[in-house]
T-cell receptor, first 112, second 112 residues
Framework: SQTIHQWPATLVQPVGSPLSLECTVE??????LYWYRQAAGRGLQLLFY??????ISSEVPQNLSASRPQDRQFILSSKKLLLSDSGFYLC???????????FGEGSWLTVV | GDSVTQMEGPVTLSEEAFLTINCTYT??????LFWYVQYPGEGLQLLLK?????DKGSNKGFEATYRKETTSFHLEKGSVQVSDSAVYFC???????????FGKGTRLSVIA
Protein backbone atom coordinates (compact mmCIF):
# COMPACT_ATOMS: atom_id res chain seq x y z
CA SER A 1 0.00 0.00 0.00
CA GLN A 2 1.02 3.59 -0.51
CA THR A 3 2.17 5.80 2.33
CA ILE A 4 3.32 9.37 2.62
CA HIS A 5 5.57 10.81 5.28
CA GLN A 6 6.69 14.33 5.94
CA TRP A 7 9.03 15.77 8.52
CA PRO A 8 9.73 17.41 10.78
CA ALA A 9 6.31 17.43 12.40
CA THR A 10 6.95 20.62 14.34
CA LEU A 11 9.58 23.30 14.19
CA VAL A 12 10.18 26.77 15.53
CA GLN A 13 12.54 28.90 13.47
CA PRO A 14 13.79 32.50 13.85
CA VAL A 15 13.07 35.08 11.21
CA GLY A 16 15.72 35.02 8.51
CA SER A 17 16.71 31.41 9.06
CA PRO A 18 16.51 28.74 6.34
CA LEU A 19 13.83 26.07 6.04
CA SER A 20 13.72 22.56 4.70
CA LEU A 21 10.65 20.34 4.88
CA GLU A 22 10.86 16.92 3.35
CA CYS A 23 8.20 14.60 2.03
CA THR A 24 8.50 11.07 0.69
CA VAL A 25 5.96 8.71 -0.82
CA GLU A 26 6.26 4.94 -0.78
CA UNK A 27 4.53 2.24 -2.74
CA UNK A 28 3.92 4.12 -5.97
CA UNK A 29 5.86 5.43 -8.97
CA UNK A 30 5.78 8.78 -10.72
CA UNK A 31 3.20 10.35 -8.42
CA UNK A 32 2.02 13.93 -8.70
CA LEU A 33 3.25 15.74 -5.60
CA TYR A 34 1.92 18.85 -3.91
CA TRP A 35 2.78 21.30 -1.14
CA TYR A 36 -0.08 23.16 0.52
CA ARG A 37 -0.06 25.69 3.33
CA GLN A 38 -2.80 26.31 5.83
CA ALA A 39 -2.50 29.51 7.82
CA ALA A 40 -4.21 29.63 11.20
CA GLY A 41 -7.99 29.54 10.80
CA ARG A 42 -7.80 29.67 7.03
CA GLY A 43 -8.25 27.36 4.08
CA LEU A 44 -5.71 25.52 1.98
CA GLN A 45 -3.33 27.35 -0.29
CA LEU A 46 -1.57 25.39 -3.03
CA LEU A 47 2.10 26.39 -3.09
CA PHE A 48 3.77 24.00 -5.53
CA TYR A 49 3.05 20.88 -7.49
CA UNK A 50 5.20 18.51 -9.49
CA UNK A 51 4.35 15.96 -12.16
CA UNK A 52 7.87 14.54 -12.42
CA UNK A 53 11.49 14.76 -11.34
CA UNK A 54 12.76 18.29 -11.67
CA UNK A 55 9.37 19.60 -12.79
CA ILE A 56 7.97 22.20 -10.41
CA SER A 57 4.97 24.47 -10.90
CA SER A 58 4.63 27.42 -8.56
CA GLU A 59 1.19 28.72 -7.73
CA VAL A 60 2.07 31.61 -5.45
CA PRO A 61 5.22 33.76 -5.83
CA GLN A 62 6.95 34.14 -2.48
CA ASN A 63 10.17 33.36 -0.71
CA LEU A 64 9.58 29.62 -0.76
CA SER A 65 10.86 27.13 -3.31
CA ALA A 66 10.37 23.44 -3.99
CA SER A 67 12.51 20.72 -5.48
CA ARG A 68 11.99 17.13 -6.54
CA PRO A 69 15.39 15.47 -6.64
CA GLN A 70 13.96 11.96 -6.79
CA ASP A 71 10.73 10.45 -8.07
CA ARG A 72 9.11 10.12 -4.67
CA GLN A 73 10.77 12.95 -2.78
CA PHE A 74 9.50 16.51 -2.56
CA ILE A 75 11.27 19.22 -0.60
CA LEU A 76 10.02 22.64 0.43
CA SER A 77 12.70 25.23 1.18
CA SER A 78 13.34 28.80 2.06
CA LYS A 79 16.59 30.73 2.32
CA LYS A 80 15.19 33.32 4.73
CA LEU A 81 11.96 32.80 6.63
CA LEU A 82 9.44 35.55 7.24
CA LEU A 83 6.95 35.79 10.09
CA SER A 84 4.18 35.33 7.53
CA ASP A 85 5.57 31.90 6.63
CA SER A 86 4.17 30.48 9.86
CA GLY A 87 1.51 27.87 9.28
CA PHE A 88 0.68 24.23 8.77
CA TYR A 89 2.37 22.73 5.71
CA LEU A 90 0.88 19.70 4.04
CA CYS A 91 2.45 17.44 1.47
CA UNK A 92 0.16 15.38 -0.74
CA UNK A 93 0.35 12.91 -3.60
CA UNK A 94 -1.83 11.61 -6.39
CA UNK A 95 -1.22 8.58 -8.56
CA UNK A 96 -0.77 9.01 -12.30
CA UNK A 97 -4.23 9.02 -13.82
CA UNK A 98 -5.88 9.04 -10.41
CA UNK A 99 -8.31 11.65 -9.17
CA UNK A 100 -7.87 11.39 -5.40
CA UNK A 101 -5.05 13.05 -3.50
CA UNK A 102 -3.75 11.80 -0.17
CA PHE A 103 -2.19 13.98 2.47
CA GLY A 104 0.71 13.59 4.84
CA GLU A 105 0.50 14.30 8.54
CA GLY A 106 1.52 17.92 8.18
CA SER A 107 4.32 20.07 9.58
CA TRP A 108 3.72 22.92 11.99
CA LEU A 109 6.06 25.85 11.36
CA THR A 110 6.26 28.78 13.73
CA VAL A 111 8.54 31.64 12.74
CA VAL A 112 9.53 33.81 15.69
CA GLY B 1 -11.95 29.31 -13.55
CA ASP B 2 -12.88 26.24 -11.60
CA SER B 3 -13.96 26.89 -8.05
CA VAL B 4 -15.64 25.43 -4.99
CA THR B 5 -17.87 27.38 -2.63
CA GLN B 6 -18.88 25.95 0.72
CA MET B 7 -20.85 27.43 3.54
CA GLU B 8 -18.89 29.48 6.00
CA GLY B 9 -18.61 28.30 9.52
CA PRO B 10 -18.29 27.79 12.24
CA VAL B 11 -21.21 25.43 12.57
CA THR B 12 -22.13 24.45 16.11
CA LEU B 13 -24.53 21.58 16.72
CA SER B 14 -25.69 19.53 19.64
CA GLU B 15 -24.92 15.83 19.68
CA GLU B 16 -27.37 13.76 17.60
CA ALA B 17 -28.42 16.76 15.52
CA PHE B 18 -28.71 16.58 11.73
CA LEU B 19 -25.81 18.05 9.77
CA THR B 20 -25.76 19.67 6.36
CA ILE B 21 -22.73 21.48 4.95
CA ASN B 22 -23.44 23.02 1.57
CA CYS B 23 -20.98 22.82 -1.29
CA THR B 24 -21.40 24.08 -4.85
CA TYR B 25 -18.90 24.08 -7.66
CA THR B 26 -18.05 25.68 -10.96
CA UNK B 27 -16.09 23.62 -13.44
CA UNK B 28 -15.42 23.63 -17.16
CA UNK B 29 -15.56 19.86 -17.46
CA UNK B 30 -16.99 16.94 -15.53
CA UNK B 31 -15.17 16.85 -12.21
CA UNK B 32 -14.89 14.28 -9.51
CA LEU B 33 -16.03 15.64 -6.16
CA PHE B 34 -14.62 15.05 -2.70
CA TRP B 35 -15.09 15.75 0.97
CA TYR B 36 -12.00 15.79 3.15
CA VAL B 37 -11.97 16.04 6.94
CA GLN B 38 -9.26 17.56 9.12
CA TYR B 39 -9.31 16.70 12.81
CA PRO B 40 -7.52 19.11 15.17
CA GLY B 41 -3.78 19.15 14.65
CA GLU B 42 -3.83 16.58 11.85
CA GLY B 43 -3.56 16.42 8.08
CA LEU B 44 -6.53 16.00 5.77
CA GLN B 45 -8.20 12.65 5.33
CA LEU B 46 -10.44 11.64 2.47
CA LEU B 47 -13.96 11.25 3.83
CA LEU B 48 -15.89 10.35 0.69
CA LYS B 49 -16.00 10.99 -3.02
CA UNK B 50 -18.19 10.72 -6.12
CA UNK B 51 -16.94 10.55 -9.67
CA UNK B 52 -20.04 11.10 -11.79
CA UNK B 53 -23.49 12.63 -11.68
CA UNK B 54 -25.99 11.01 -9.29
CA ASP B 55 -23.28 9.03 -7.53
CA LYS B 56 -23.55 8.99 -3.76
CA GLY B 57 -20.42 8.86 -1.66
CA SER B 58 -20.73 7.60 1.89
CA ASN B 59 -18.47 6.87 4.84
CA LYS B 60 -18.75 6.89 8.65
CA GLY B 61 -22.43 7.88 8.45
CA PHE B 62 -21.72 10.84 6.17
CA GLU B 63 -23.26 11.06 2.71
CA ALA B 64 -23.05 13.37 -0.27
CA THR B 65 -24.74 13.10 -3.67
CA TYR B 66 -23.24 14.50 -6.87
CA ARG B 67 -25.95 16.75 -8.31
CA LYS B 68 -25.03 17.92 -11.77
CA GLU B 69 -28.23 19.92 -12.29
CA THR B 70 -27.54 22.08 -9.24
CA THR B 71 -23.72 21.71 -9.36
CA SER B 72 -23.76 20.70 -5.72
CA PHE B 73 -22.25 18.09 -3.40
CA HIS B 74 -23.76 18.78 0.01
CA LEU B 75 -22.45 16.81 2.98
CA GLU B 76 -25.02 15.30 5.35
CA LYS B 77 -25.09 13.20 8.48
CA GLY B 78 -28.20 12.17 10.31
CA SER B 79 -26.82 12.23 13.85
CA VAL B 80 -23.54 13.92 14.65
CA GLN B 81 -21.23 13.00 17.50
CA VAL B 82 -18.71 15.02 19.47
CA SER B 83 -15.98 13.10 17.66
CA ASP B 84 -17.17 14.60 14.34
CA SER B 85 -15.85 18.00 15.41
CA ALA B 86 -13.40 18.95 12.68
CA VAL B 87 -12.91 21.11 9.62
CA TYR B 88 -14.56 19.80 6.45
CA PHE B 89 -13.28 20.65 2.97
CA CYS B 90 -15.14 20.20 -0.29
CA UNK B 91 -12.97 19.76 -3.38
CA UNK B 92 -13.14 19.00 -7.07
CA UNK B 93 -10.76 17.30 -9.43
CA UNK B 94 -10.64 17.46 -13.18
CA UNK B 95 -8.81 14.97 -15.33
CA UNK B 96 -5.10 15.04 -15.98
CA UNK B 97 -2.49 16.50 -13.69
CA UNK B 98 -4.36 19.61 -12.58
CA UNK B 99 -4.34 20.02 -8.79
CA UNK B 100 -7.50 19.65 -6.77
CA UNK B 101 -9.48 22.80 -6.13
CA PHE B 102 -10.56 23.16 -2.50
CA GLY B 103 -13.22 25.16 -0.79
CA LYS B 104 -12.24 27.28 2.21
CA GLY B 105 -13.36 24.73 4.75
CA THR B 106 -16.17 24.64 7.29
CA ARG B 107 -15.43 24.19 10.96
CA LEU B 108 -17.92 21.97 12.78
CA SER B 109 -18.18 21.89 16.55
CA VAL B 110 -20.44 19.32 18.16
CA ILE B 111 -21.27 19.82 21.81
CA ALA B 112 -22.54 17.17 24.21
Amino acid sequence: SQTIHQWPATLVQPVGSPLSLECTVEGTSNPNLYWYRQAAGRGLQLLFYSVGIGQISSEVPQNLSASRPQDRQFILSSKKLLLSDSGFYLCAWRGTGGNTIYFGEGSWLTVV
Amino acid sequence: GDSVTQMEGPVTLSEEAFLTINCTYTATGYPSLFWYVQYPGEGLQLLLKATKADDKGSNKGFEATYRKETTSFHLEKGSVQVSDSAVYFCALSLSGNTPLVFGKGTRLSVIA
